[in-house]
């Protein structure tokens, strides 16, 4: 079902006890509010199991913020999906554009990623967008159809309707320029068509499209109100609770 969901990606924030401070902050703002959104958080991977003990009762959900490709074995570094299913993670981000500039991952890298993740029940979060050289050239829309066609080539529908899409401009990560509310959802919807003219327009309806890049709590609620965008996945500001608690009640 389509769902209204803010996303947290920590990235390589916060000390322990800083991470503690901002998840029981985080913890009892839930508690205190109703919220019109599911809540997801990407911790550091050291910290998910206490995010997931913190938030217990909290209906917060946490999330990987990458994980191998692969199931198990001599791979020095990562961390595999049943591990974070044992410590009760919901799923993985999938291909962040850092993960795609600093690691070199590609779409075919995420296809198997969404995979391994669908495989063990899990959701990704998978998550595409063009480079401002990208935009600038026009060719924004060819680069996004390639990128999920690709990452999607292997899914059944079925599959297909499991995933959650973060559309992220890479010009407006961590820069603190916003795609104007209309830019992303033309976007966005054209990603939702990519969708239905491949899988059915049942399937696009029900996947959530979440927008990200520079989002705050002054902007929230326009980019959440725009027909196509299910909500946010949120870096910077999702350090901060004033921060990701006002971007939260652009839900309201
Ligand atoms: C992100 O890291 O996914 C992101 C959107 O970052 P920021 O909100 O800081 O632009």
Same mark, same amino acid.
């Given at each position: 079902?389509?769902?209204n969901i ?5 990235k390589?924030?916060k000390?322990f ?7 029981n ?5 839930k508690?205190?509010?109703s ?6 958080i ?6 998910l199991?206490t995010?997931?003990?913190?938030f217990?009762?909290?209906g ?5 913020q ?8 001599a791979?020095?570094?990562e961390?595999s999906v049943?591990m ?5 993670c919901s ?5 962040h554009?850092?993960?795609r500039q ?8 995420a ?5 391994t ?5 899990l959701?990704p979060?998978?998550c595409?967008?063009e480079?401002?050289?990208q935009?600038k ?9 390639n ?5 999607l ?9 499991k995933?959650?899409?973060?559309y992220e401009?890479?010009?407006? +990560?961590?820069t603190?320029e916003?795609?104007t #509310? @209309?830019? &992303?959802? *033309? /976007?966005?919807?054209f990603?939702?068509n990519?969708?239905a003219?491949?899988y059915g327009?049942n399937?696009?309806d029900?996947i959530? +499209?979440l927008?990200g890049?520079s989002?705050k #709590? @002054?902007? &929230?609620? *326009? /980019?959440?109100s ?6 946010g996945?949120?870096?910077g500001?999702?350090l901060?609770?004033?921060d990701?608690s006002?971007?939260?009640e652009?839900f309201?």
């Amino acid at each position: 079902m389509r769902k209204n969901i803010v996303a947290g990606n920590w990235k390589m924030n916060k000390t322990f006890p800083e991470a503690e401070i901002l998840m029981n902050g985080l913890s009892e703002y839930k508690k205190r509010n109703s919220t019109n959104c599911e809540i997801y958080i990407a911790p550091p991977s050291l910290y998910l199991e206490t995010a997931k003990k913190i938030f217990q009762n909290t209906g917060i959900e946490v999330f990987a913020q990458d994980i191998s490709e692969h199931i198990f074995g001599a791979y020095t570094g990562e961390i595999s999906v049943e591990m974070i299913k044992s410590v009760g993670c919901s799923g993985s981000l999938v291909a962040h554009s850092e993960r795609r500039q600093y690691h070199g991952e590609t779409d075919r890298h995420a296809n198997r990623k969404i995979k391994t993740l669908l495989d063990a029940g899990l959701t990704p979060i998978y998550c595409n967008g063009e480079t401002l050289e990208q935009r600038k050239s026009g060719k924004h829309f060819d680069v996004v159809k390639n990128q999920t066609e690709t990452a999607l080539s292997t899914l059944s529908p079925e599959e297909v309707a499991k995933i959650i899409i973060a559309y992220e401009p890479v010009w407006a +990560i961590g820069t603190g320029e916003t795609a104007t #509310p @209309e830019q &992303a959802q *033309e /976007i966005h919807a054209f990603i939702r068509n990519l969708i239905a003219e491949k899988y059915g327009k049942n399937i696009a309806d029900e996947i959530s +499209i979440l927008y990200g890049g520079s989002v705050k #709590p @002054e902007n &929230a609620k *326009e /980019i959440f109100s725009q027909p196509d965008i299910d909500g946010g996945l949120i870096g910077g500001a999702s350090l901060k609770i004033e921060d990701f608690s006002g971007i939260i009640e652009g839900f309201n």
